[in-house]
């Protein structure tokens, strides 16, 4: 097991402000002083910065004066579900009286804008598009609404390439000459800005008092953008941060949509002490099913519903729709694993720097999750394809740090033109479409790239860890205390530590999780602890002593509450004869 220490040094500032160990993560985390972790809203960077922000506000408002029918079109995808949701909500609450939105079937019109998309939105004669999570690389899609005599706003977070669409308007901190500097706001932190400037503007135009309506509090709206930022995996930069521990107070305060009340519900997650990442592992996952297996617009109208009964409903039929997707991923993970497997054993064949699979029977709308998985086992770049339509798979990359896996696909696009009909994404991730017979040429090309432009150290499994903790530390009010110093997430991960301990007992629950109680080395104190997903190959282990990588947790049992530990990695400790 190879751990990395994080470095940072504390500081006076840090430590009269902070419990020692909270000090100590921060300063691994970059923070060097206090105001770096102050959540209040005020601290939130106003919307001016971002380019275009002004053009699509007056867009919004004639919409508004001349009540235009509105349609926003979104991604299925949580941030996508979120973002559209937020906007038809909030237009709604400033006036709006004809909005409505569209969500694209993967199965049928595939992602964001398209032409296809355009068409089929024409028959209900909208004035004005607003694309949210979607459209920076809709050129075609808004080439034609225009050729309709519809105008295009996009708001997106997404990569541009080196063309814009030619877009009425256009609000996204990553598009050229955008000087918004926290270039990691999901897509429902765009429009959320968006409708804040555009409420802003109203006020000042007296459009509420015309109208005889109340300004809506956009902080309302901040459950939605928690959800859907961390749902999105992006960097949990300072300014996501706060509108990640803004939307999780107000859950925790009962202040949330009843669809996302009622999805916490059916996790079996209680609002009043929600975590962050609740939200990317409990609701998320429901939300996305919906968008992988069905139609997005099941979770948007779960959202939207003002009608609790409704919405638990809505929520239950999420929940058994990411039942059957459980069941399709974990067919295909076993697939993937076995060829894999096979790979790793072969004398003629090694392991290369990207994995691409792709499967005939495998499910278009799952694909990404199994990357992920791969990804997380292997520790390298995954590509998993599915049929799309006649002759065409489409994939979804994740990928690791230090791999820009979307500047991989493009560099690939600029030196095979013609190899990739269409890509798209992130840092992380990233989605393409390919030709059938293509697909090994792609593999080498990608390879060949990744063989120049991903060092092998990139592709050892490493664990950061904050430090070992003393009994005294393993404690539970020291995990309450770590918790409350969040809200943590990627790129400002959740405190993680390393340590030897004995191991009392072993059981598997659930078929592949493995319940512990462990003993501290030095002072024999028992702790519970818990692995996910484990290798039952290996665990349970007839070792007396293990090396784990962990994080506290607080486990809650018929009102009980107790210090558990969440095993992230565990490597069995052999005796010398």
């Given at each position: 097991m190879s751990v990395r220490l994080r470095l940072g040094s504390s500081n006076a500032a840090l430590e009269a402000s902070f419990d020692p160990l909270v000090a100590r993560v921060l300063a691994h985390r970059g923070i060097s002083h206090p105001a770096q972790v102050n959540y209040q809203l005020k601290q939130l960077l106003p919307y001016h910065q971002l380019k275009g922000i002004d053009t699509a506000?007056?867009?919004?408002?004639?919409?508004?004066?001349?009540?235009?029918?509105?349609?926003?079109?979104?991604?299925?995808?949580?941030?996508?579900?979120?973002?559209?949701?937020?906007?038809?909500?909030?237009?709604?609450?400033?006036?709006?009286?004809?909005?409505?939105?569209?969500?694209?079937?993967?199965?049928?019109?595939?992602?964001?804008?398209?032409?296809?998309?355009?068409?089929?939105?024409?028959?209900?004669?909208?004035?004005?598009?607003?694309?949210?999570?979607?459209?920076?690389?809709?050129?075609?899609?808004?080439?034609?609404?225009?050729?309709?005599?519809?105008?295009?706003l996009v708001t997106d977070h997404h990569l541009a390439a080196e063309t814009l669409p030619q877009a009425d308007a256009i609000v996204n901190p990553n598009q050229p000459g955008c000087e918004f500097p926290f270039k990691s706001t999901a897509g429902v932190g765009v429009i959320f800005y968006v409708m804040s400037a555009l409420r802003r503007q109203l006020q000042v135009q007296g459009w509420f008092d015309q109208?005889?309506?109340?300004?809506?509090?956009?902080?309302?709206?901040?459950?939605?953008?928690?959800?859907?930022?961390?749902?999105?995996?992006?960097?949990?930069?300072?300014?996501?941060?706060?509108?990640?521990?803004?939307?999780?107070?107000?859950?925790?305060?009962?202040?949330?949509?009843?669809?996302?009340?009622?999805?916490?519900?059916?996790?079996?997650?209680?609002h009043h002490n929600l975590q962050a990442s609740d939200l990317g592992f409990s609701v998320g996952p429901r939300l996305n099913?919906?968008?992988?297996?069905?139609?997005?617009?099941?979770?948007?109208?779960?959202?939207?519903?003002?009608?609790?009964q409704i919405a638990t409903q809505l929520a239950q039929e999420l929940d058994e729709l990411n039942a059957q997707r459980r069941h399709i991923e974990a067919d295909m993970q076993q697939q993937a694993s076995?060829?894999?497997?096979?790979?790793?054993?072969?004398?003629?064949?090694?392991?290369?720097?990207?994995?691409?699979?792709?499967?005939?029977?495998?499910?278009?709308?799952?694909?990404?999750?199994?990357?992920?998985?791969?990804?997380?086992k292997w520790h390298r770049p995954a590509l998993v394809f599915a049929k799309g339509d006649a002759d065409i798979l489409k994939g979804s990359c994740r990928s690791i740090a230090g791999f820009h896996v979307r500047d991989a696909l493009a560099a690939v696009d600029a030196q095979h033109p013609g190899l990739i009909i269409k890509f798209g994404g992130h840092a992380m991730a990233a989605g393409l479409s390919i030709q059938a017979e293509h697909l090994d040429t792609f593999k080498d090309a990608l390879n060949t790239y990744a063989q120049e432009h991903l060092d092998?150290?990139?592709?050892?499994?490493?664990?950061?860890?904050?430090?070992?903790?003393?009994?005294?530390?393993?404690?539970?009010?020291?995990?309450?205390?770590?918790?409350?110093?969040?809200?943590?997430?990627?790129g400002f991960e959740e405190p993680t530590f390393h340590g030897r301990f004995m191991l009392v007992q072993q059981r598997v629950v659930g078929e592949k999780h493995l319940k512990l109680v462990l003993a501290h080395p030095q002072t024999g104190e028992l702790v519970d602890a818990i692995q996910f997903n484990i290798d039952t190959a290996l665990w349970p282990h007839t070792c007396e002593q293990a090396d784990l990588v962990y994080r506290l947790d607080i486990n809650e049992f018929r009102g009980r509450q107790s210090l558990q530990l969440m095993v992230q990695h565990m490597t069995p400790v052999l005796a010398v004869d």
């Open positions: 506000v007056a867009l919004l408002v004639d919409a508004l004066e001349t009540q235009q029918h509105i349609v926003i079109v979104g991604d299925f995808d949580c941030d996508g579900a979120t973002s559209t949701s937020l906007a038809i909500l909030a237009l709604g609450a400033m006036g709006a009286k004809n909005v409505s939105y569209l969500v694209p079937n993967r199965f049928d019109f595939g992602y964001g804008l398209s032409t296809a998309l355009v068409d089929y939105a024409k028959a209900s004669e909208p004035d004005l598009i607003v694309t949210v999570d979607n459209g920076i690389a809709s050129h075609a899609g808004v080439q034609r609404a225009h050729e309709l005599g519809i105008k295009v109208q005889q309506i109340s300004a809506p509090n956009m902080a309302q709206y901040l459950d939605l953008v928690a959800l859907g930022t961390v749902a999105d995996l992006v960097p949990m930069e300072h300014n996501n941060r706060i509108l990640v521990a803004q939307g999780v107070a107000r859950i925790r305060a009962g202040k949330a949509r009843p669809g996302l009340l009622a999805l916490l519900s059916i996790a079996k997650r209680q099913a919906a968008g992988r297996l069905d139609d997005m617009s099941l979770g948007i109208e779960c959202l939207l519903s003002d009608n609790e076995n060829i894999l497997a096979l790979l790793e054993t072969s004398q003629d064949n090694q392991m290369p720097k990207c994995v691409c699979l792709y499967h005939p029977d495998w499910h278009q709308g799952v694909v990404g999750i199994v990357a992920s998985r791969i990804k997380e092998d150290s990139l592709l050892a499994q490493e664990w950061r860890s904050d430090g070992e903790l003393s009994a005294q530390q393993l404690q539970l009010n020291q995990a309450f205390v770590l918790q409350q110093a969040g809200p943590w997430g990627q």
